[in-house]
């Protein structure tokens, strides 16, 4: 299983960003897909997931800001990220949930500047 996150990067506050989590080795149609992040010295905290019917939710700090949207054709989860703010700088992670077993992704950096 190899999911790869891509799209961090340093962007102003109020600005937007796209990430993306390439996946490999599972059945991502029927994968519940997830992005999670951790700020330093802070524990990782889930931000949204995606179920395979597209259904979604997210942690109350970003929503109406974030979408998470994916594309089974190309096995690829996606984070809009929209009006940022310093508060939502971390490193990004996504996670896989295949028949109930995680597979994590290697993280990208978010940096947000006010």
């Known amino acids: 299983v190899q999911l790869q996150a891509s799209g961090g990067g340093l962007v102003q506050a109020g600005g937007s960003l796209r990430l993306s989590c390439a996946a490999s080795?599972?059945?991502?149609?029927?994968?519940?897909m997830a992005w999670y992040r951790q700020a330093p010295g802070k524990q990782r905290e889930w931000v949204a997931t995606?179920?395979?019917?597209?259904?979604?939710s997210y942690v109350g700090s970003v929503k109406g800001r974030f979408t998470i949207s994916r594309d089974n054709a190309k096995n690829t989860v996606f984070l809009q990220m929209n009006y940022v703010k310093p508060e939502d700088t971390a490193v990004y992670y996504c996670?896989?949930?295949?028949?109930?077993?995680?597979?994590w992704g290697e993280g990208t950096q978010v940096t947000v500047s006010s």
């Open positions: 996670k896989a949930t295949t028949w109930g077993v995680d597979s």
């Open positions: 080795g599972i059945i991502f149609s029927a994968s519940t």
């Open positions: 995606i179920i395979s019917n597209d259904d979604t």
